[in-house]
């Protein structure tokens, strides 16, 4: 089965970087949708960036476009660059897998909605 770990958070002041990283085993599929999610106590959680694995194609929350970037690599390892970190994105990050497609007029990207079938434990970022 998919098991999901994620490594990289920590705090750091505004303004500053991290990049966390998602360590994927039992993936097998050839097309598949990754993502990052993160939650906060009392909100609900919030798809922060996806990515198919096809072709490349993203998909950015409004509130982290032009700051954030998801990435993999060829061991399948997910990415999230985060740079300009503000207060409001101190949150667990959540990384997930076997996401559902969504097909759109400009073609497939992956489904910012928590119907994701495996998750991983999360990891803390904290801005002050």
């Known amino acids: 089965h998919v098991q999901l770990v994620e490594s990289g958070g920590g705090s750091v002041q505004t303004g500053g970087s991290l990049k966390l990283s998602c360590a994927v085993s039992?993936?097998?599929?050839?097309?598949?949708?990754m993502a990052w999610f993160r939650q906060s106590p009392g909100k609900e959680r919030e798809a922060v960036a996806t990515?198919?694995?096809?072709?490349?194609?993203t998909y950015y929350a409004d509130s982290v476009k032009d700051r954030f970037i998801i990435s993999q690599d060829n061991a399948k390892t997910l990415y999230l660059q985060m740079n300009g970190l503000k207060p409001e994105d101190t949150a667990s990050y959540v990384c997930?897998?076997?996401?559902?497609?969504?097909?759109?007029?400009?073609?497939?990207?992956?489904?910012?909605?928590?119907?994701?079938?495996?998750y991983g434990q999360g990891t803390q970022v904290t801005v002050s």
């Open positions: 039992g993936l097998t599929s050839s097309h598949y949708c």
């Open positions: 997930a897998a076997q996401g559902p497609f969504v097909n759109s007029p400009r073609g497939v990207y992956c489904t910012p909605d928590p119907q994701y079938g495996t």
């Open positions: 990515i198919y694995n096809g072709d490349g194609r």
